[in-house]
């Protein structure tokens, strides 16, 4: 008997919000150590793709909309949020 694939898809969220949720914490503990604004920006785009795959999550189990709304809003946050990653890494310090 396997598992199902929402069960699965939970799981892989699950590793994401855990796995991304540490980068975040990490990333923001060492700019606050290094008082260096490019790695707290860094830490911030991480956290945006995080939250967007948390709420995404949410709007996808709790308010029975289209699953694409739910994919449409996670896409927008790891939009956001790989384009301000892309600049902590050309932001001076």
């Known amino acids: 008997m396997g598992i199902g694939l929402a069960t699965l898809v939970t799981v892989l969220k ?3 919000l855990l796995l991304g949720g540490a980068i ?3 990333a923001y503990e060492a700019s606050i150590r290094t ?3 490019s790695i707290r920006l860094l830490a911030l ?6 939250v ?9 189990t709790l308010l029975h909309v289209d699953p694409m ?3 449409v809003v996670e896409s927008g946050f790891t939009g956001v949020g790989f384009a ?3 600049y902590s890494l050309y932001a001076e310090d």
Request: aromatic share 14%.
């Open 14 to 16: 699950t590793v994401t």
């Open 24 to 26: 975040t914490y990490f």
């Open 35 to 37: 008082h260096s604004r």
């Open 45 to 50: 785009g991480f956290g945006v793709v995080t």
């Open 52 to 60: 967007g795959a948390l709420i995404a999550g949410f709007v996808d």
């Open 69 to 71: 709304l739910a994919l």
């Open 84 to 86: 301000v990653i892309l």
